[in-house]
């Protein structure tokens, strides 16, 4: 029995892409912060092996003073520490129809980092921005081939939100020195906004007078009806409340099991727009909604919160849905709302439960 309604097959291209594109497991919400090795990975190409003492970050464009800065310069800079929650803008695309051909996430592309690092804005200070800056570049070391074309990874910022406080040029998380896979040695950290504006490897930022048309920005993460659509940009994370699935899990299906009464459902919520103002949940499979209990356990603005819901579980197999709501009035949706790069799809987490089965434990 399948937990997960099968949409379409992935292809071994998808398999390939996650096996090395890891989801948070979702019992891991229990944390406030992700532990390193549990947060999502997203890796377009390969993570690049980086010389920290010969890595250099590069400062150029519309600025007064070029800049060429050593990983101990910018430790050596005031620190500024986050807690952001991140993620990937394709979370959720695995369960549109018809299938879209990119990594197959379900609901887990997340996680929550304490990132520490150096504010962008006293970088860009520093190089002095041209009067007639408009955007910030970022370039990653990491190279690959998009459309034919061999690229580095780049996404650019309109300048006033490379202004922001919290944006950082991150070189810790969780008080370790970023690892490889999360950007080592330096990554750019925009907190509420999906996780591609966050460029790791980061090698190059610079200002420009004129929008960025780089595949990243032009091709990729805007919403699109169609092809010839050419959509609207992907930016800050839309809400999304994820529950740690109660009982345990069947090894293949991943369908739970759970003994019958009292049961404490556990899960976390967040939105980039504004802060999460409600989380509902479902345990007629959508039908009726109940509001689960909000606690703010991560002392940050940009980190999700924690939710707890007090389940009467009654025998039979029942069907769970969790529905998070923002400050801003943005809702999850029940359905997704299938679009060409099958990004942005925050319809409702579902968790199907087998209670009280009377199944036969091995002590
Ligand atoms: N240089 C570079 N930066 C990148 C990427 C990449 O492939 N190369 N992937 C982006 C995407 S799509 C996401 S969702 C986040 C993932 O960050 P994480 O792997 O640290 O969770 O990094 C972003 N930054
Ligand atoms: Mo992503």
Redesign the pocket.
Same mark, same amino acid.
């Given at each position: 029995m399948a937990s997960i309604d099968t949409v379409g097959a992935i292809t071994l291209d998808q398999l390939q892409l996650a096996a090395r594109n890891h989801g948070l497991p979702l019992e891991a919400l229990a944390y406030p912060i992700t532990p390193i090795g549990l947060? @999502?990975?997203?890796?377009? @190409?390969d993570i690049p092996a980086v010389d920290a003492a010969s890595w250099r970050l590069t400062v150029d464009g519309d600025v007064r003073q070029p800049l060429s800065l050593s990983l101990e310069e910018l430790r050596a800079r005031p620190a500024v520490e986050v807690a952001a929650t *991140?993620e990937?803008a394709g979370n959720g695309r695995a369960t549109l129809a018809p299938p879209v051909d990119s990594q197959p996430w379900l609901n887990e592309a997340v /996680?929550t980092g304490a990132w520490r690092g150096a504010r962008l804005r006293d970088v860009l200070d520093d190089a002095g921005i041209g009067d007639g800056a408009a955007e910030v570049l970022f370039s990653?070391l990491?190279r690959g081939v998009e459309d034919e074309v061999e690229q580095s @990874?780049q996404r650019s910022l309109p300048l006033d939100e490379a202004l922001r406080d919290e944006v950082l040029l991150a070189y810790e998380l969780n008080g370790m020195p970023l690892p490889p896979?999360? /950007?080592f040695p330096l990554r750019l950290l925009v907190p509420g906004w999906y /996780? *591609?504006t966050?460029?790791?490897?980061l090698e190059r930022i610079t200002v420009l007078d004129a929008p960025f048309e780089g595949v990243q920005m032009a091709k990729r993460y805007r919403l699109q009806r169609d092809e010839d659509d050419p959509g609207t940009p992907l930016t800050r994370m839309l809400p999304r409340a994820l529950a740690i699935p109660p009982g345990v899990p069947e090894f293949h299906s991943r369908e739970r099991f759970l003994a019958a009464g009292p049961c404490v459902i556990r899960g976390r919520a967040w939105s980039g727009w504004a802060p999460v103002s409600e989380v509902g949940v479902s345990v007629d499979g959508g039908a009726t909604w109940e509001e689960a209990r909000i606690e703010r356990d991560v002392d940050s603005a940009w980190a999700w919160c924690a939710w707890t819901y007090e389940w009467q579980a009654e025998p039979g197999r029942h069907e769970l849905a969790f529905r998070a709501r923002d400050e801003a009035g943005n809702e999850q949706p029940l359905e997704g709302e299938w679009n060409v790069g099958g990004y942005g799809n925050n319809a409702v987490h579902r968790v199907i439960v087998n209670v009280g089965s009377g199944l036969s434990r091995h002590p």
């Open positions: 947060h @999502y990975l997203l890796i377009h @190409y *991140m990937c /996680g990653g990491d @990874y896979q999360h /950007g /996780g *591609m966050s460029v790791k490897w």
